[in-house]
């Protein structure tokens, strides 16, 4: 049984990946695009994660955890870069 829900998770995640993709590439503003990289990172994390679920591999969430760590260092120097337009001071 768990392993249809799970299954049906990394769907779902899939698919919340390709939508942050389509707010990627169509964002009305900057702010826009920001956010969906942003979540799409996330989606990633939890689809790494899944997956380190179904095939019983700790190794997937060690590297979830470094791209939480990336993910949120590049959002963090983005939005530096687009408010300052220099990320180091």
Known sequence: ????????????IALALLLNGWRLLRGPALGDRIVALDTMVI??????????MTGGNDT???AALLLAMVGFVS???????????????
């Open 1 to 12: 049984m768990i392993v249809i829900a799970l299954h049906i998770a990394t769907g779902c």
């Open 43 to 52: 989606n990633a994390i939890a689809l790494i994660v899944l997956i380190g």
């Open 60 to 62: 997937y969430f060690e």
């Open 75 to 89: 959002t963090i120097a983005y939005c530096k870069f687009i408010l300052r337009g220099d990320i180091v001071e």
